[in-house]
């Protein structure tokens, strides 16, 4: 019996590759979420003032890190009694707390790495950057990231401890965030339907 399909019912091609390409290209942004990780700065149990016996621990801690755009930087500390600023290389070296680029002082304070370059950040407060309260990283090329303005940004919705600064939630330093394990699970989904619609075409070849 001949084929009954009218001419021109056939599936058009170009357009389901097309199709097939964005999924493609949806997955690969849900897989550069997946690998994203949220840092707790210094590895500490707040953003202070390092003690006498580990004065560069900032230093020291930013060095065993490999930090690429989409990680984040989460900053813990008393809101009554600390802040940290984003500032630039100079004002870094010289603890000059004027005209920073941001500041935030609500003591759970997230950065996120939105680009290549150096960053540099200290406390807000008089006194603790000259007391090695300063954190410095480096992504990519490594660059002055700060020299055109800020090109990162804190995440303003982030939750805010109470005056009265209580125990710091503990998360491993470079723990998943729940965007991560939502988006392993939309590469899953992406991977299966994109088998479905091979199996599709390939129920439709002439």
Same mark, same amino acid.
């Given at each position: 019996?001949?084929?009954?399909?009218?001419?021109?019912?056939?599936?058009?091609?170009?357009?389901?590759?097309?199709?097939?390409?964005?999924?493609?290209?949806?997955?690969?942004?849900?897989?550069? *979420?997946?690998?994203?990780?949220?840092?707790?700065?210094?590895?500490?149990?707040?953003?202070?003032?390092?003690?006498?016996?580990?004065?560069?621990?900032?230093?020291?801690?930013?060095?065993?890190?490999?930090?690429?755009?989409?990680?984040?930087?989460?900053?813990?500390?008393?809101?009554?009694?600390?802040?940290?600023? *984003?500032?630039?290389?100079?004002?870094?070296?010289?603890?000059?707390?004027?005209?920073?680029?941001?500041?935030?002082?609500?003591?759970?304070?997230?950065?996120?790495?939105?680009?290549?370059?150096?960053?540099?950040?200290?406390?807000?407060?008089?006194?603790?950057?000259?007391?090695?309260?300063?954190?410095?990283?480096?992504?990519?090329?490594?660059?002055d990231a700060a020299s055109d303005g800020p090109s990162s940004s804190?995440?303003?919705?982030?939750?805010?401890? *109470?005056?009265?600064?209580?125990?710091?939630?503990?998360?491993?330093?470079?723990?998943?965030?729940?965007?991560?394990?939502?988006?392993?699970?939309?590469?899953?989904?992406?991977?299966?339907?994109?088998?479905?619609?091979?199996?599709?075409?390939?129920?439709?070849?002439?």
């Amino acid at each position: 019996m001949g084929d009954l399909r009218k001419p021109g019912s056939g599936i058009n091609t170009n357009k389901l590759l097309y199709v097939f390409k964005i999924l493609l290209l949806l997955a690969a942004a849900y897989t550069e *979420q997946v690998h994203s990780k949220q840092y707790k700065v210094g590895d500490l149990d707040a953003w202070g003032i390092p003690t006498a016996a580990n004065p560069h621990v900032y230093t020291t801690w930013s060095k065993k890190h490999d930090f690429k755009i989409g990680d984040s930087l989460l900053f813990l500390y008393p809101p009554s009694q600390d802040s940290v600023i *984003q500032v630039r290389e100079g004002s870094f070296k010289t603890c000059n707390l004027e005209d920073p680029i941001l500041h935030m002082d609500d003591g759970n304070s997230l950065f996120n790495i939105t680009s290549n370059g150096t960053f540099y950040f200290t406390s807000g407060e008089a006194g603790h950057c000259g007391k090695q309260q300063k954190l410095q990283i480096s992504i990519g090329e490594g660059e002055d990231a700060a020299s055109d303005g800020p090109s990162s940004s804190a995440d303003v919705s982030s939750p805010s401890y *109470q005056p009265a600064f209580g125990t710091i939630p503990s998360p491993s330093s470079a723990a998943p965030s729940l965007m991560s394990i939502t988006s392993m699970a939309a590469v899953i989904i992406i991977a299966v339907f994109s088998a479905c619609v091979c199996q599709f075409l390939a129920g439709f070849e002439l």
